[in-house]
């Protein structure tokens, strides 16, 4: 398990992410905690390494216009739900920033945001 943020989030001169991330990244580390995959100090490590990178970030919220958007984003590409909400989120910030990308290890969301 690692935290260690990547060097163009390091760079990045705005951070947007949807609250959902929050949500999802909380999770993560509840079930680890509870499967024992990872020591307590390293649970702590990561929260408080999680903590830094929330507080460098404007949090999207999940909104009604969040939500239509992620109805009907990317129509040709089978997306899970979550991943249509953060792909929504990408979108919507991206008409307020400029030359905002999106940084995803996930291919079926970075495919899905080539069309969108």
Request: proline share 2%.
């Amino acid at each position: 398990m690692t935290t260690r943020s990547t060097p163009r989030l390091e760079a990045a001169a705005v951070l947007i992410t949807s609250r959902l991330s929050l949500v999802e990244a909380g999770r993560c580390l509840i079930r680890l905690r509870a499967t024992g995959q990872a020591s307590e100090e390293r649970l702590a490590d990561a929260a408080r390494e999680l903590d830094d990178l929330w507080a460098r970030c404007h949090i999207w919220e999940i909104t009604a216009d969040v939500c239509d958007t992620a109805v009907q984003i990317a129509p040709t590409k089978v997306l899970r739900s979550l991943d249509a909400i953060h792909l929504a989120t990408y979108v919507l910030a991206r008409r307020q920033v400029e030359g905002l990308e999106l940084l995803t290890s996930d291919q079926r969301l970075a495919d899905a945001a080539r069309l969108a």
